[in-house]
């Protein structure tokens, strides 16, 4: 079972500096956050790792979806400015490896 990751007040902080150069992933519409869903945010943040989802639809409640996605995929979220959340979550040391070979981890 995998912990929702710990981030010191540094990671964040480059982390969101990151994401203001991404564009969202993800839009959550008016089908709301299900299975589907999730499992497709997994899927972005195993390619990711740092990821925005847009709510087209269930904006007052995005604060609370958007703890709900952070804990249903073992994700950090890092912030939610507007109608955009932000997500981060780092991938397996071994997978790292295995995609930038030789590089410090």
């Known amino acids: 079972m995998r912990l929702q990751p710990t981030l010191t007040s540094a990671d964040r902080r480059r982390l969101k500096g990151k994401a203001q150069l ?3 992933v993800l839009k959550v519409g008016h089908n709301g956050v299900g299975e589907a869903f999730l499992a497709s945010v997994e899927r972005e943040l195993a390619l990711h790792e740092l990821i925005k989802i847009k709510f087209a639809d269930f904006k007052e409640e ?20 507007g109608h955009v959340a932000v997500f981060y979550r780092p991938r397996p040391k071994a997978e790292q490896e295995r995609q930038h070979p030789g590089a410090p981890v």
Not at 63 to 72: D, G, P
Not at 73 to 81: D, F, H, K, P, R
């Open 22 to 24: 991404l564009e969202p």
């Open 62 to 81: 995005r604060r609370e979806l958007s703890e709900r996605i952070a804990l249903a995929t073992q994700s950090a979220l890092l912030q939610v400015v």
